[in-house]
């Protein structure tokens, strides 16, 4: 079992930077995928980005390549995504999200169906301004 938080979402201009955290309960959370995902008001849920259990694969959808990072401190049961350069239709909620790392002909890989994830926070709101 874990229990994702999220954090560090707010009200910002475009063009500046946010991080957003998710804190992850329960011993095992090392050997879990990780991803972030978001819902625009009017809009479905969509893939932002994720990363393998070690950190050693991530994938980021089209839309925030080049200005979102995704990383993860398993010391510390901590996710970030690292928001540069916002954009007004950057504006959602989002969600962190936990699964128990699938392999595929041996190597971990970062999941981006959303489907595929049996843990969700609760999300953090994060509007930009234009």
């Known amino acids: 079992q874990v229990q994702l938080v999220e954090s560090g979402g707010g009200l910002v201009e475009a063009g500046v930077s946010l991080r957003l955290s998710c804190a992850a309960s329960?011993?095992?959370?090392?050997?879990?995928?990780m991803g972030w995902f978001r819902r625009a008001p009017g809009k479905e849920r969509e893939f932002v980005s994720a990363?393998?259990?070690?950190?050693?694969?991530?994938l980021y959808a089209d839309s925030v390549k080049g200005r979102f990072t995704i990383s993860r401190d398993n010391a510390k049961n901590t996710m970030f995504l690292q928001m540069n350069n916002l954009k007004p239709e950057d504006t959602a909620i989002y969600y962190c999200?936990?699964?128990?790392?699938?392999?595929?002909?041996?190597?971990?890989?970062?999941?981006?169906?959303?489907?595929?994830?049996?843990?969700w926070g609760q999300g953090t709101q994060v509007t930009v301004s234009s």
């Open positions: 329960g011993r095992t959370y090392g050997r879990y995928a």
């Open positions: 999200a936990a699964k128990w790392q699938v392999y595929v002909a041996g190597q971990a890989v970062p999941i981006d169906g959303a489907h595929e994830y049996s843990y």
């Open positions: 990363i393998t259990w070690n950190g050693g694969k991530t």
